[in-house]
Each structure stands twice: as structure tokens, then as C-alpha cells.
């Protein structure tokens, strides 16, 4: 029986050691750069629509396959990531950073753009939702009451 996941906060730079914020390739060939990034903060082009309702207009639209083999998509997530940055990551926020710990790394299943921003921000901490296996990775990592997960608001560091 695989085991059940747990809300966790953890120092987003330990994190940062286990899984490269800016190594995931996306669904494009190069990964995206912290400079692309803060280049669509300083432009304001920011993007407040969820990732999974995005790509479901795709879908629904018939453009899917065709963004995605393109790589077209890229600037929907320079714009998702930098609308972190600018915002940070709403208290109560209803998206949680979901990842899988496991041989010595992190996999991060759900929530790289709110984590990439956490990382650039220079965040302290980030809340995910993982197995106890994280405590073996990041033993400083913290479990927290499950029920509602509870992120930095902008400018609050723990």
C-alpha cells in the first residue's frame, strides 16, 4: 500500500539542491531562463490563469498537440512563473506544490511554477505535499496540519 502524502514546509534552497528549478524542459526544447523570466516581471506580462485550465482551452480549442509540438506554449509559462514572482503564492492557496521524493532526488509532479518563483524570490520556505520520504532528503522540512495549505504571502519570510 503506497504510503500517504503529508503537507510539509521546506526551505525552498535545500529543495533547490534536489531538484534544479531550471532544468525541466517543459514541453520545449530549451528549459526557461531566470533572465526570461524577469524580463516578463519588469514588462508586466503576467499570467493569473491556472495552468490546467489553460491547457484544457487548448484542448478544447483543438491546439493542443500543435502548441505543444511547437513549443509555442513557452511564453504562457514565462508569464505563469512571473506572475509569482510579482504576487507571490496567495495564503490558502487551492493549488499545492505536490512532489515525490524518492533515490536521493525530488520530482516535482504539480506546482514548478509556483516553485521556481518561491526560488527566485529567494523565498525561505515553500509548502508541498509529499511522503515521509522527504524528511529523509530534507530533514528540516516541518509537517504541518493537514487540512489547508497555507504559502507565503509576498514580502513574509518565516
Do not use: C
Amino acid at each position: 500500500m503506497p504510503e500517504t502524502e503529508s503537507l510539509y514546509r521546506v526551505p525552498v534552497k535545500r529543495m533547490a539542491e534536489l531538484v534544479d528549478p531550471f532544468r525541466h524542459r517543459w514541453y520545449f526544447d530549451e528549459p526557461l531562463t531566470r533572465e526570461e523570466i524577469m524580463a516578463e516581471v519588469a514588462a508586466n506580462h503576467l499570467e493569473q490563469q491556472p495552468s490546467n485550465v489553460h491547457e484544457q482551452e487548448l484542448k478544447d480549442a483543438g491546439q493542443f498537440d500543435a502548441v505543444i509540438r511547437t513549443g509555442s506554449d513557452r511564453v504562457y509559462h514565462l508569464r505563469r512563473i512571473a506572475f509569482f514572482v510579482k504576487n507571490g503564492i496567495p495564503q490558502n492557496d487551492p493549488y499545492t506544490i505536490s512532489a515525490q521524493a524518492g533515490s536521493g532526488k525530488i520530482h516535482i509532479i504539480d506546482g514548478r511554477h509556483r516553485f521556481i518563483a518561491a526560488f527566485i524570490r529567494d523565498d525561505e520556505t515553500i509548502d508541498i505535499k509529499s511522503t515521509s520520504e522527504i524528511l529523509r532528503l530534507i530533514p528540516d522540512a516541518k509537517p504541518l496540519p493537514s487540512g489547508g495549505v497555507v504559502l507565503n504571502p509576498p514580502g513574509v519570510k518565516p
